[in-house]
DNA sequence: ATCCTACGTTAGACAGAGTTCAGGTCAAGA
DNA sequence: TCTTGACCTGAACTCTGTCTAACGTAGGAT
């Protein structure tokens, strides 16, 4: 996630102090925060920080394609540095943890050419869902 | 979607003129409304109904198992009535055209026990993005 | 057929998530 | 250091969905 500040400024783009908070927040693995998560722990490095300013920051960098933005439910979109590698998510229907997932095979050639109704079909997302070892 | 009113009433539950317009507006196939496009067709056959009423009406479709929810993005949820084959989504990515698609293999299979991190895992949706032909 | 009443409906207030905007701020090149 | 346009802020606003109190009515009881 640091050399995220490079890519950025490689792109003409300011690093400002708040891009740098939302960059530092948006780190490790597993991470999959909503926004207002974000904002609040940013706001501990940062008192200041806006709530516009993490949706926009946020909303930059999943258009540069570092940070994939996952809608779990009826819930507040979650953001996901892991970008490099593709992955699935697992979802607890209780709590609404989220994790990283792998499966085998590929969902895109599971769907039979009659199937695609003259779609180009680009990408597909796959959700598990079910009850966290905390919550089952 | 007719004999819904019959299930409906074995339950107990009282036949109104809005459930009766609910049921006919959630008829046919492919049909993917949003809650609001429930309420506007809805209110074409019966002006006076409310929007509290078509959520309440949704939801317990949903709960009777009549109707799926479908969380295709970050906007409104749609309301599916083919409830009775399982399917996955292909949603066209400019214009959000919803269809139902059959795929191949069982994605609940392709998720190794070393990837379910203890999780009880009992469902799993698949959404396939592209174009449609309008769009392409 | 009429009455009763618990269940259903309504309008509007409310809440959470996200967007927009006018005006103030500041990163970074000259 | 100066300049300037990109960036940030707070507040208002939209959109989706829930809740509530008062009113209406489906359908069994009489
Ligand atoms: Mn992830
Ligand atoms: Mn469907
Ligand atoms: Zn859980
Ligand atoms: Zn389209």
Not at 35 to 45: T, Y
Not at 95 to 109: F, M, N, W, Y
């Given at each position: 996630?640091?050399?995220?500040?490079?890519?950025?400024?490689?792109?003409?783009?300011?690093?400002?102090?708040?891009?740098?908070?939302?960059?530092?927040?948006?780190?490790?693995?597993?991470?999959?925060?909503?926004?207002?998560?974000?904002?609040?722990?940013?706001?501990?490095?940062?008192?200041?920080?806006?709530?516009?300013?993490?949706?926009?920051?946020?909303?930059?960098?999943?258009?540069?394609?570092?940070?994939?933005?996952?809608?779990?439910?009826?819930?507040?979109?979650?953001?996901d540095?892991?970008?490099?590698?593709?992955?699935?998510?697992?979802?607890?229907?209780?709590?609404?943890?989220?994790?990283?997932?792998?499966?085998?095979?590929?969902?895109?050639?599971?769907?039979?050419?009659?199937?695609?109704?003259?779609?180009?079909?680009?990408?597909?997302?796959?959700?598990?869902?079910?009850?966290c070892?905390?919550?089952?």
């Amino acid at each position: 996630m640091s050399d995220l500040v490079e890519r950025l400024r490689g792109r003409g783009w300011r690093m400002t102090s708040q891009r740098r908070v939302v960059a530092e927040v948006l780190n490790g693995d597993h991470v999959h925060l909503t926004a207002d998560e974000v904002h609040a722990r940013a706001a501990r490095l940062l008192p200041e920080i806006s709530r516009a300013t993490v949706y926009n920051t946020l909303g930059e960098l999943v258009s540069l394609g570092e940070v994939i933005e996952v809608a779990t439910d009826g819930r507040a979109k979650r953001y996901d540095p892991n970008a490099h590698r593709p992955h699935q998510h697992l979802v607890c229907s209780a709590c609404g943890t989220v994790r990283d997932v792998h499966p085998a095979g590929d969902p895109l050639a599971d769907l039979p050419p009659e199937e695609r109704f003259g779609f180009t079909v680009s990408a597909v997302e796959v959700t598990y869902r079910g009850l966290c070892p905390s919550c089952a």
